[in-house]
């Protein structure tokens, strides 16, 4: 099934005098959630709804504890979680402390699967 996309009209932010341009936007058709995550994995299997749905709610908790020990958290096929900062700069190696870091993210590198998905991705223009 393609993705939804339509044109969208943006300025140029590092430039606001320049002309505006049209550029593609995907569209989202829904939102999914842990339940029905829960029920298409219980179709593949043979594990019932309540341990999936223990088992991805464990995942919640366990991630989050193993990015703030400052590991890299990979999952096979899913992929690799890690956590990344920003920081302003300081003019000496002594002065960078902890008060430098303005801004923490996590990155989610996607596995092989994911990367080949995005590749064999279809799309349609709504008009």
Do not use: Q, W
């Not at 908790?61 to 992929?79: A, W, Y």
């Amino acid at each position: 099934m393609p993705i939804t996309y339509h044109a969208v009209e943006r300025g140029n932010p590092s430039d606001p005098s320049a002309p505006k341009k049209y550029y593609a936007s995907s569209m989202v058709t829904g939102t999914s959630d842990l339940e029905e995550i829960t029920e298409r994995i219980e179709k593949l299997c043979t594990v019932n709804g309540a341990d999936i749905r223990a088992v991805l709610y464990a995942i919640t908790e366990v991630v989050p504890e193993l990015l703030s020990e400052g590991k890299n958290v990979h999952m096979g096929e899913l992929g690799t979680f890690r956590v990344s900062i920003s920081s302003s700069g300081s003019a000496s190696v002594k002065e960078v402390s902890e008060k430098n870091i303005r801004y923490r993210k996590i990155i989610f590198t996607p596995g092989k699967r994911f990367k080949r998905m995005l590749k064999g991705l279809r799309f349609v223009k709504k008009n």
